[in-house]
């Protein structure tokens, strides 16, 4: 996916919501993330377009919190509880992600597959 700062996105989301796992005084999410405003797009392996600096899944921990969930690895994370991560560094998504309050975090993402389901089924019903 193309994304040109300041530009509206077109993009083919799905909602995930996972509930964060309770350790002592900590919650699991269960999940990485690389990327942001203040990092190398280019150090990006799920990004095809290197000049991307969106906030990527870069690890998931088998059967935790985000695996269950339906998260994977290579989603890139659009909205955060509402809250847009096209435009934030690296540390403003951890913020958003990990606050102490929010026992349920609730994700807009995109993936690759999601973009070809769409456009393979729109290729398949224009020759309907």
């Known amino acids: 996916m193309s994304f040109v700062p300041g530009q509206p996105v077109t993009a083919v989301v799905q909602r ?21 405003i203040d990092q190398d797009p280019g150090q990006n392996p799920f990004s095809e377009d290197k000049s991307d600096k969106g906030i990527y899944v870069t690890r998931i ?13 290579g989603d890139k994370i659009m909205q955060v509880n509402g809250w847009d991560m096209t435009m934030v560094t690296h540390d403003q998504a951890r913020k958003r992600l990990t606050k102490k309050k929010e026992d349920v975090v609730r994700l807009l993402v995109t993936r690759k597959s999601l973009e070809e389901a769409v456009k393979h089924s729109k290729g398949n019903y224009a020759k309907q």
Request: glycine content about 20%; cysteine-free.
């Open 16 to 36: 995930i919501e996972i509930q964060k796992l309770r350790q002592g005084d900590n919650l699991i999410l269960g999940f990485s993330i690389g990327g942001g």
């Open 61 to 73: 921990t088998p059967q935790g919190p985000a695996d269950v969930a339906g998260l994977r690895m």
